[in-house]
């Protein structure tokens, strides 16, 4: 019987991936990335709350080993001095299943009256929320059922914005052609840095 609990589980979480809306949506916000980051110097800010804050921590590292700066700020700590690192050309990137957590209403609000032209690129499931609509890009999840028994806890729709997380970063890894040689100027050490300076002229 628990073998057959597993594959449901997985094949629930694979297909919410396979159901995530493929829209221009996609576009749109890889465009917004290499313009801000890329174009004119800024660097991609990511948040979320909870889980999804996580989600949004995962994205930062990732995009910045990939050639994208980027960095996770923590939407409580904003509040407390932190959201001092927003310059202008900095682009946001936020993480709200709901579309409704409070402390990224409030960042918003805050980075609004800092950067005043801020923008702002939102993965969520609610496509009528605040938070949507206070986005220049919303990327949908599909609202996926979480496997979660109690139907509470985000495990289903982490992985989907782990996989849109991915998306982005590819999409963008492509745009701009990044290479093996870039790959491991920003990887000295462990498995990853020895085979990507294998596959380049740094030795």
């Not at 916000?29 to 290499?34: F, G, M, P, R, S």
């Not at 690129?121 to 929320?129: A, E, G, M, R, V």
């Amino acid at each position: 019987m628990i073998d057959e609990d597993i594959k449901s589980i997985i094949e629930k979480e694979a297909n919410a991936v396979l159901r995530i809306p493929v829209t221009g949506a996609f576009e749109e916000a890889v465009n917004l990335i290499h313009e801000n980051i890329h174009r004119q110097g800024g660097a991609l800010i990511t948040s979320g709350m909870g889980k999804a804050g996580q989600i949004a921590m995962n994205i930062a590292t990732t995009f910045s080993s990939t050639g994208t700066p980027a960095y996770f700020l923590h939407p409580s700590e904003a509040q407390h001095g932190d959201l001092g690192i927003m310059r202008k050309n900095d682009l946001m990137l936020l993480i709200s299943n709901s579309g409704k957590t409070r402390e990224l209403e409030e960042l918003v609000d805050l980075s609004k009256k800092l950067v005043p032209d801020a923008k702002y690129i939102l993965i969520t499931s609610n496509p009528d929320s605040l938070l949507a609509k206070a986005a220049d890009v919303c990327l949908l999840t599909g609202a996926p059922e979480e496997v979660c028994p109690l139907k509470l806890t985000p495990t289903t729709s982490t992985t989907v914005m782990t996989v849109i997380g991915d998306i982005l970063v590819v999409s963008v890894m492509k745009k701009i052609a990044f290479t093996n040689e870039d790959y491991a100027k920003r990887h000295h050490g462990g498995y990853l840095g020895e085979k990507s300076r294998t596959q380049s002229s740094i030795i």
